[in-house]
């Protein structure tokens, strides 16, 4: 869903088509992750530039349940159950008068690999990572404030690094490779939500 801080307009994806899941040479991809499949969006959608951030859920949710509050208030929003963020976008639709939601995680991985079909968003290599990613190697063991490393190839960021993202999608073990090649998403109540961060 689009971020609803005005200075931090939300991105239109346009429909298309894109290999999803772990490329071959990916040796530490999991069996989760596998096997790559071509799934079409056929739907435009937009998507917000940056996380959510603390000051954001703390203006419209009046309190902020980050554990990591001392990487500032522009640091994204986390320890954020998947029912939170529901309440959250309820909240935000009834303020703004418009539907949100979270991306389904076809929606989430086409806009996180913004066209490309790499191990990592800097290539095959990880020597670059770090310029669009907070991880273990740079962050410090803590959040950073959105938007300070490079974005994705549509103008993301952060869609990777920094905190795990909720999608839409409930969990399952085979609907990964059994899905519908178009606009796949698996809702069953009472399974794990996913929540992604692809290098």
Same mark, same amino acid.
């Given at each position: 869903?689009?971020? @609803? $801080?005005?200075?931090? &307009? &939300?991105?239109?994806?346009?429909?298309?088509?894109? !290999?999803?899941?772990?490329? *071959?040479?990916?040796? @530490?991809?999991? $069996?989760? +992750?596998?096997? /790559?499949?071509?799934?079409?969006?056929?739907? *435009?959608? #937009?998507?917000?530039?940056?996380?959510?951030? /603390?000051?954001?859920?703390?203006?419209? !949710?009046?309190?902020?349940?980050?554990?990591? /509050?001392?990487?500032?208030?522009?640091?994204?929003?986390?320890?954020?159950?998947?029912?939170?963020?529901?309440?959250?976008?309820?909240?935000?639709?009834?303020?703004?008068?418009?539907? #949100?939601?979270?991306?389904?995680?076809? =929606?989430?991985?086409?806009?996180?690999?913004?066209? !490309?079909?790499?191990?990592?968003?800097?290539? %095959?290599?990880?020597?670059?990572?770090? $310029?669009?990613?907070?991880?273990?190697?740079?962050?410090?063991?803590?959040? @950073?404030?959105?938007? =300070?490393?490079? &974005?994705?190839?549509?103008?993301?960021?952060? !869609?990777?690094?920094?905190?795990?993202?909720?999608?839409? $999608?409930? #969990?399952?073990?085979?609907? #990964?490779?059994?899905?519908?090649?178009?606009? *796949?998403?698996?809702? +069953? +109540?009472? %399974?794990?939500?996913?929540?992604?961060?692809?290098?």
């Amino acid at each position: 869903f689009p971020s @609803h $801080d005005r200075a931090l &307009p &939300p991105l239109l994806a346009e429909e298309g088509e894109f !290999m999803m899941g772990a490329v *071959p040479q990916d040796e @530490h991809a999991g $069996d989760r +992750e596998k096997p /790559q499949h071509l799934v079409r969006i056929t739907s *435009p959608f #937009y998507i917000g530039k940056y996380p959510v951030t /603390q000051e954001e859920w703390q203006k419209l !949710m009046g309190k902020n349940p980050s554990k990591f /509050q001392d990487a500032g208030r522009r640091a994204p929003v986390e320890s954020v159950s998947w029912i939170d963020s529901q309440e959250f976008i309820k909240k935000l639709s009834k303020k703004d008068g418009k539907l #949100y939601r979270l991306p389904t995680e076809a =929606e989430w991985e086409y806009a996180a690999r913004s066209g !490309m079909n790499s191990v990592f968003i800097s290539g %095959n290599s990880d020597n670059n990572l770090n $310029d669009f990613a907070w991880d273990f190697r740079n962050s410090g063991s803590t959040t @950073h404030p959105v938007g =300070e490393l490079k &974005p994705n190839l549509w103008g993301l960021y952060d !869609m990777i690094g920094n905190i795990l993202e909720w999608c839409e $999608d409930s #969990y399952s073990e085979d609907y #990964y490779s059994k899905s519908p090649s178009s606009d *796949p998403l698996f809702k +069953e +109540e009472f %399974n794990g939500r996913i929540d992604r961060a692809v290098s």
